[in-house]
Structure formats: structure tokens, C-alpha cells
Nanobody
Framework: QVQLVESGGGSVQAGGSLRLSCAAS????????MAWFRQAPGKERERVAR????????LYADSVKGRFTIYQDIAKNTLYLQMDSLKPEDTAMYYC?????????????????WGQGTQVTVSS
């Protein structure tokens, strides 16, 4: 059974940095995708970054490109999201998600494993 446990959220001033962690267990496939999503009150959930594990291929939302970095520590089975130059509009609940990949793709709608979320608050 796949389990994802996030940590590392908190409150920070604009311009600051945070690193989110997602400890993963139970993933047996060698071809899978992991991602970070976020959802702010009254807004739709947004995928901010994803990584395709076999080749460590990454993709970012335009809103975070150049400021956020997604990466994986394979030895620790942990996914990270390094968030720099944070803005108040980055305030949201952040979720780690995973899916088994077919054909090397990572469709947004097919993430079927989710963590419980961690809150990020950025003040101006």
C-alpha cells in the first residue's frame, strides 16, 4: 500500500524559502510519477511540479518556474520541493501525489495516491 507523508510547511515572509518533504513507501513500480499540488481557499487545485522517476524528468507550472525545484532522494525514498523567492500568492495547502506511469506520461488527472497535505503561508 502506497503511503505519502508530507512535512516542512510553515510560515515565512515574502522572499523567503521553505523545503517540503514527502516520505514515500509502498511504491513498487519502476515507472511512476510524483508531483506537488497546491490548493488555496476558493481556488482550484494546481499541479506546481512533477517528476517522472525513471529519468528524473521535471515539469513546472509557469507560476513557480525558476523559483521552485522538485527533486528526489532515491536512497531515502523522499521527494522534495525547494521553494525560493516565495510570494504571498504561494500560500496554500501543498500535497504530495503519485501515480504509476503508463507510456512515460504523467496525466494531471491520474494521480491516485495522496498525502495529507502541509500548509504553507507566505506573508507580505
Amino acid at each position: 500500500q502506497v503511503q505519502l507523508v508530507e512535512s516542512g510547511g510553515g510560515s515565512v515572509q515574502a522572499g523567503g524559502s521553505l523545503r517540503l518533504s514527502c516520505a514515500a513507501s509502498g511504491i513498487t513500480s519502476s515507472s511512476y510519477c510524483m508531483a506537488w499540488f497546491r490548493q488555496a481557499p476558493g481556488k482550484e487545485r494546481e499541479r506546481v511540479a512533477r517528476i517522472y522517476i525513471p529519468i528524473q524528468g521535471t515539469l513546472y507550472a509557469d507560476s513557480v518556474k525558476g523559483r521552485f525545484t522538485i527533486y528526489q532522494d532515491i536512497a531515502k525514498n523522499t521527494l522534495y520541493l525547494q521553494m525560493d523567492s516565495l510570494k504571498p500568492e504561494d500560500t496554500a495547502m501543498y500535497y504530495c501525489a503519485a501515480q504509476r506511469s503508463r507510456f512515460g506520461t504523467c496525466p494531471v488527472a491520474e494521480y491516485n495516491y495522496w498525502g495529507q497535505g502541509t500548509q504553507v503561508t507566505v506573508s507580505s
